[in-house]
């Protein structure tokens, strides 16, 4: 079998849009790669897990507040 082109579905890169979600007394962060943070009780927490991840994917932009 060949090596994935950059036209196969695998090696499409995809934007990572992290947010955050509240469950009860926690926040806890979540992208749309399927990843989830920890459960957090300090919202800001929650945010910085979004912004890390979404730096670790290589995306850029900020996670929404």
């Known amino acids: 079998m060949s090596p994935a082109s950059?036209?196969?579905p695998t090696?499409?890169?995809t934007a990572h849009t992290a947010s955050t979600v509240e469950r009860g007394s926690f926040c806890l962060a979540r992208c749309t790669c399927g990843w989830s943070g920890p459960a957090r009780?300090?919202?800001d927490r929650?945010?910085?897990d979004a912004t890390a991840h979404a730096g670790?994917?290589?995306d850029t932009g900020d996670a929404p507040r």
């Open 41 to 43: 009780r300090a919202r």
């Open 6 to 8: 950059p036209a196969s």
């Open 56 to 58: 670790e994917s290589g």
């Open 46 to 48: 929650a945010r910085t």
């Open 11 to 13: 090696a499409v890169r």
